[in-house]
């Protein structure tokens, strides 16, 4: 059975023309959680460095920051499956290309932003614990390459990220409350 005819079949699940399937609005939903959890640790981190509120946000960075990076993957696989039919994207070939190269900009940032922090522990020398599970412990060689990687751009490409999903919420917003068009809605709402 095509995809086409399993998405045709269980509309509710899979993205069709009128509007985003379950979980892709999961998806959509629970990073935007997870990105808010992580910028406000990273701002808190450098605006309130001695804070209880920045032990609190920051003691889970390295948490949330992988399942974003796993969510990402997940995430990127399941739009190429649904990508035959997932709404459009804008009404000119401007507007659509755009957004197109805005999701994609987006995307890669989700994973090469927690890439570079995963490569860069693990370029210390340090274990890799995720939600108290070693993935990787400690004790091989360092590195200094996986390092100065990590440090040169994950908080500079974190940022970069934290722009475009900025750009993403406004460009939603504007959307919903001047062109009072579907697009919210779609991710909202799902399939019609």
């Given amino acids: 059975m095509s995809a086409e005819t399993i998405a045709e079949r269980r509309p509710f699940v899979f993205d069709s023309p009128d509007g985003f399937g379950i979980v892709s609005r999961a998806l959509h939903w629970g990073m935007a959680a997870l990105f808010a959890w992580q910028f406000t640790s990273a701002a808190l981190r450098a605006?309130?460095?001695?804070?209880?509120?920045?032990?609190?946000?920051?003691?889970?960075?390295?948490?949330?920051?992988?399942?974003?990076?796993?969510?990402?993957?997940?995430?990127?696989?399941?739009?190429?499956?649904?990508?035959?039919?997932?709404?459009?994207?804008?009404?000119?070939?401007?507007?659509?290309?755009?957004?197109?190269?805005?999701?994609?900009?987006?995307?890669?940032?989700?994973?090469?932003?927690?890439?570079?922090?995963?490569?860069?522990?693990?370029?210390?020398?340090?274990?890799?614990?995720?939600?108290?599970?070693?993935?990787v412990a400690a004790g091989g060689e360092k590195n200094a390459a996986l390092v100065a990687a990590g440090n040169a751009a994950h908080g500079l490409l974190g940022w970069a990220l934290a722009l475009l999903i900025a750009g993403h919420i406004v460009m939603a917003l504007f959307h919903h409350l001047v062109r009072r068009d579907a697009t919210l809605a779609r991710m909202l709402g799902g399939p019609r």
Avoid at 111 to 122: E, K, N, Q, Y
């Fill in 47 to 135: 605006l309130a460095p001695d804070s209880a509120a920045r032990t609190f946000f920051w003691a889970y960075h390295v948490d949330i920051g992988a399942t974003i990076f796993v969510l990402a993957i997940a995430r990127g696989l399941w739009g190429l499956l649904n990508a035959p039919h997932r709404p459009a994207e804008g009404d000119s070939t401007f507007e659509r290309i755009a957004a197109q190269f805005g999701q994609l900009a987006l995307h890669a940032l989700m994973i090469v932003v927690p890439l570079l922090a995963i490569l860069r522990s693990i370029g210390n020398d340090r274990a890799f614990t995720v939600w108290g599970v070693e993935l």
